[in-house]
Structure formats: structure tokens, C-alpha cells
């Protein structure tokens, strides 16, 4: 006892350090909080980024993305855009490409349009399971011939088919008088250890997973088909009104999709709600209006957004429920006011309705993260998303410092 009396710090160091840990304890969001001297003059963003995975691990993720915004720059955290013609431009004839599908990710609509762009439509196109593979090498053949695109669906199904599919990779030549050099071999499959090795390795590999929080999905809905087309975008006879109901669209589209995070606050059972269900939205949006020049079908739109596109995921009654609810404050005519909100912030509200430029400037303009009254809910609705975040950094940072550990090592052999 008289030795920890010796050794115990000075009253006024634990009153700050009681200071500092009340900051981060208190507050909901601590990453953004100040802390009292001497330690926010001391300590590195870094350092303080080990004081928030001490007190407060639901809050490390954003966190991270504000520490590695500050010290490496936003272009870092924010997802570019699913460039496909990028993508091309790196491939040839003899290197397949390959989309690592994930839940509520459908590659082959986007593939689709770029192969029209390119003059490549109709691509050969087949989903491989039990008995497809033969067809599978008649239209590879036809490719490397006639320089089409061939595009085989779910090669996880097709477990037994994928020695064959390696050795054809194998045998595709570079030379152009064997293969023509228009010719591209795209692949889709979900990660399964089945995959020829040497296609991978080889291949150029894609993933175009959902985009993760409300900014980067209304972003990424933006510069998806239709709306990236400035012909649909600008093609409607009441221009002003489609844009504002696009724009509450493609909000209530990435409100459904965050509320998943919430856990069973969010919905009772997580559903894939994908960008198919806006696509086709979008297009009834237009298709209404455009047929209905003096009044908005509003009840005609709410049924077929709400009960058909996305409802016809939804099995649960009360999740239903919901769902046509959440619309209501989406496709209503006070959307048309200057004042209207779609939450208490003043940022989450239908833009003027401008080109499609400003659009995208404005939703750029939006924070990284997001209130939970915007999906909705209550604000402590917080503490269950953040209990799945513990989660989800507990298993991240383990396998960051087991990296770190090996990196440390061979620099040491080195030395």
C-alpha cells in the first residue's frame, strides 16, 4: 500500500485525465470533441485516436475515417465511382475480367449499357450451372472469332466446369491472327475457393459492392444508369418535378438500405434492396409523369414504389408497414416547398432542381455520418449501430496489427 501511494500520480493529473475521459464518455460523438490541455497540445491525432479504442471501441470507425481524412486527405475515404471504360482500357483479348460479386450487387445491367456504348450488344451472355458448359465453349469460341463479348453468369455454380474454363483461358492466344482482338471474356462469380487460381491471377478483378452510408449511396445512385443518362435525366415534360421526386427517390432509396444497420430497430428482417428496385422506380417516376401532365399520380407512384419494386422484397407485415410510410415523406406534394426537410438538419432537403453536376456537387456537400433521425429514429438508435461497429473493430484491428507485426519483422531482417 505504501508503494502505490509513492507511485500514485498527482491529484491534479487525475482530474485532468478524469476530464479527458469524461469527454469522450458523455458525448455521442467524441471523435469530434476537443480535449482538455495539456492534452490536446501533447498528443497527436494519432494518440488520440488510441484514447477513443480505450474509452470509447463504437466509435473507432469514425474516427479512423476523420484521422485518415485529415492526415491523408478525403479522396481517401470517399469510393470512387465504378469506372467501367477505366476497367477496359486495361484489359486485352487474353485477360479476363472478373466482377467478385457481392449481397445486392448486379454487375450486368451497368456491363450491359457500356457494351451498347461500345457497339458490343447483344453480348453472349449465359448463367453457368448443370449442363451449361457446352454452350459456355461455343460462345467462347465464337468470341475469340468474331470478336464479341461473352459474359458467364455465376461460375460458382458451375464447380465442376472450372478445370475446363482454366485450360480454355490457357489456350486463348495473344496473337491477333488466332484471337480477335476485340474480344473480352467477362466472368461474375461470389468468392468461393472453387475458382481457378490461374484465372485470378491473371484476370483483372472488379467489385462494386453498395455503397456504405447515405452520401456514398445517393452519390453512387446518381452515377448509376438511368439517372447518369442526361437524356433520362433531362428527358422529362415536367422537368422541376421530376428532379425533386428523383432526388426524394434516390433519398428514401439510401435510407432503407442504411436502416439495415440499426439492426431490428432499422427492420425486422434485413432485406437486399438493390439498384434495380430504383431503376425501375425511376423509370414508372418518369413514365407517370410524363402521362399525367396536369396532376401527380402520387397514390398510383406510392403503391408501385412502396408494394411492387421494394415491397415485393418485403415479408413481414409491420416492415411493410414501414416501408410505405417512409415513402409517404418522399413522394408528397410538400416536397415542392423551399422550407421542407426530410430531417431536422437543414443539408437533408430536395435541392433546386438544376443539372445533373449540381446534384452531385450537393450531395458531396453532405457529412460522412449520418444522424440517426434522418432514417427515422431516435437518436439513441446510435447505440445498437455502434455495438455492431464494436463488433466489426474487433475483428479489423486484430488482423491491422498481425500485418503490422510482419511488416516490422522483414524490415528487421533486412536490416
Given at each position: 500500500f505504501?508503494?502505490?501511494?509513492?507511485r500514485?500520480?498527482p491529484?491534479?493529473t487525475?482530474s485532468?485525465s478524469?476530464?479527458a475521459?469524461?469527454v469522450y464518455k458523455?458525448?455521442s460523438?467524441p471523435q469530434?470533441e476537443?480535449?482538455?490541455e495539456p492534452y490536446?497540445?501533447q498528443?497527436n491525432n494519432?494518440q488520440?485516436?488510441?484514447i477513443?479504442?480505450?474509452i470509447?471501441?463504437?466509435?473507432?470507425?469514425?474516427?479512423?475515417l476523420?484521422?485518415?481524412k485529415?492526415d491523408l486527405?478525403p479522396?481517401?475515404?470517399?469510393p470512387p465511382?465504378?469506372?467501367?471504360?477505366?476497367?477496359?482500357?486495361?484489359s486485352?483479348a487474353?485477360?479476363p475480367?472478373?466482377?467478385?460479386?457481392?449481397?445486392?450487387s448486379?454487375p450486368f445491367?451497368?456491363?450491359n449499357?457500356?457494351?451498347?456504348k461500345?457497339?458490343k450488344t447483344?453480348?453472349l451472355?449465359?448463367?453457368?450451372g448443370?449442363?451449361?458448359?457446352?454452350i459456355?465453349?461455343?460462345?467462347i469460341?465464337?468470341g475469340?472469332?468474331?470478336g464479341?463479348?461473352?459474359?458467364?453468369?455465376?461460375c460458382h455454380l458451375?464447380?465442376?466446369?472450372?478445370?475446363?474454363?482454366?485450360?480454355?483461358?490457357?489456350q486463348i492466344?495473344?496473337?491477333?491472327?488466332?484471337t480477335h482482338?476485340?474480344?473480352?471474356?467477362w466472368?461474375?462469380?461470389?468468392p468461393?475457393p472453387?475458382?481457378p487460381v490461374?484465372?485470378?491471377?491473371n484476370g483483372?478483378?472488379?467489385?462494386n459492392?453498395?455503397?456504405?452510408?447515405l452520401?456514398?449511396?445517393l452519390?453512387g445512385?446518381y452515377?448509376?444508369d438511368?439517372?447518369?443518362?442526361?437524356s433520362?435525366?433531362n428527358?422529362?415534360?415536367?422537368?422541376?418535378e421530376?428532379k425533386k421526386l428523383l432526388?426524394?427517390l434516390?433519398?428514401f432509396h439510401?435510407?432503407?438500405?442504411?436502416?439495415r444497420?440499426?439492426?431490428?430497430?432499422?427492420w425486422n428482417?434485413?432485406y437486399?434492396f438493390t439498384?434495380?428496385?430504383l431503376?425501375?422506380?425511376?423509370?414508372?417516376?418518369?413514365k407517370?409523369l410524363d402521362d399525367?401532365?396536369?396532376?401527380?399520380?402520387?397514390?398510383a407512384?406510392?403503391?408501385?414504389?412502396a408494394?411492387?419494386n421494394y415491397?415485393?422484397?418485403v415479408?413481414?407485415d409491420?416492415d411493410?408497414?414501414?416501408?410505405k410510410?417512409?415513402?409517404?415523406?418522399?413522394?408528397c406534394?410538400?416536397?415542392?416547398?423551399?422550407?421542407?426537410?426530410f430531417?431536422?438538419?437543414?443539408?437533408?432537403r430536395a435541392?433546386l432542381?438544376k443539372?445533373?453536376?449540381s446534384y452531385l456537387?450537393?450531395?458531396?456537400?453532405?457529412p460522412?455520418t449520418?444522424?440517426p433521425q434522418?432514417?427515422?429514429l431516435?437518436t439513441?438508435a446510435?447505440?445498437?449501430?455502434d455495438i455492431?461497429a464494436?463488433s466489426y473493430t474487433?475483428?479489423?484491428l486484430?488482423t491491422?496489427?498481425?500485418v503490422?507485426?510482419s511488416?516490422?519483422?522483414?524490415?528487421?531482417?533486412k536490416?
Amino acid at each position: 500500500f505504501f508503494f502505490l501511494m509513492i507511485r500514485r500520480p498527482p491529484r491534479s493529473t487525475q482530474s485532468r485525465s478524469s476530464a479527458a475521459s469524461d469527454v469522450y464518455k458523455r458525448q455521442s460523438q467524441p471523435q469530434q470533441e476537443i480535449l482538455p490541455e495539456p492534452y490536446n497540445i501533447q498528443l497527436n491525432n494519432f494518440q488520440k485516436l488510441l484514447i477513443i479504442r480505450c474509452i470509447r471501441p463504437d466509435k473507432v470507425v469514425p474516427a479512423v475515417l476523420d484521422y485518415v481524412k485529415d492526415d491523408l486527405g478525403p479522396e481517401f475515404i470517399d469510393p470512387p465511382p465504378f469506372d467501367l471504360e477505366e476497367i477496359y482500357n486495361d484489359s486485352s483479348a487474353v485477360t479476363p475480367l472478373i466482377f467478385v460479386l457481392s449481397p445486392g450487387s448486379d454487375p450486368f445491367i451497368s456491363l450491359n449499357q457500356f457494351a451498347k456504348k461500345k457497339g458490343k450488344t447483344p453480348l453472349l451472355s449465359i448463367s453457368l450451372g448443370q449442363g451449361q458448359g457446352k454452350i459456355a465453349e461455343k460462345m467462347i469460341s465464337d468470341g475469340v472469332e468474331n470478336g464479341k463479348w461473352v459474359v458467364l453468369q455465376n461460375c460458382h455454380l458451375a464447380v465442376t466446369w472450372m478445370p475446363t474454363l482454366e485450360k480454355i483461358c490457357e489456350q486463348i492466344s495473344p496473337d491477333p491472327k488466332q484471337t480477335h482482338p476485340e474480344f473480352r471474356l467477362w466472368l461474375t462469380s461470389y468468392p468461393s475457393p472453387d475458382f481457378p487460381v490461374a484465372i485470378l491471377q491473371n484476370g483483372i478483378k472488379m467489385t462494386n459492392e453498395p455503397p456504405r452510408g447515405l452520401k456514398a449511396n445517393l452519390l453512387g445512385s446518381y452515377l448509376t444508369d438511368p439517372i447518369s443518362d442526361m437524356s433520362f435525366f433531362n428527358g422529362s415534360t415536367k422537368p422541376n418535378e421530376f428532379k425533386k421526386l428523383l432526388f426524394g427517390l434516390c433519398f428514401f432509396h439510401g435510407v432503407i438500405q442504411e436502416r439495415r444497420k440499426f439492426g431490428p430497430l432499422g427492420w425486422n428482417i434485413p432485406y437486399e434492396f438493390t439498384d434495380s428496385d430504383l431503376r425501375i422506380s425511376a423509370k414508372q417516376l418518369k413514365k407517370f409523369l410524363d402521362d399525367y401532365p396536369e396532376d401527380i399520380p402520387y397514390d398510383a407512384l406510392r403503391y408501385l414504389t412502396a408494394e411492387c419494386n421494394y415491397g415485393g422484397r418485403v415479408t413481414d407485415d409491420k416492415d411493410r408497414r414501414l416501408i410505405k410510410t417512409l415513402l409517404n415523406d418522399y413522394y408528397c406534394p410538400e416536397i415542392f416547398k423551399a422550407d421542407y426537410k426530410f430531417a431536422p438538419d437543414d443539408v437533408y432537403r430536395a435541392p433546386l432542381p438544376k443539372d445533373h453536376q449540381s446534384y452531385l456537387d450537393y450531395i458531396k456537400k453532405m457529412p460522412m455520418t449520418t444522424s440517426p433521425q434522418v432514417f427515422g429514429l431516435h437518436t439513441n438508435a446510435d447505440i445498437t449501430k455502434d455495438i455492431n461497429a464494436v463488433s466489426y473493430t474487433h475483428l479489423t484491428l486484430p488482423t491491422i496489427y498481425s500485418v503490422q507485426i510482419s511488416v516490422v519483422a522483414v524490415s528487421l531482417k533486412k536490416k
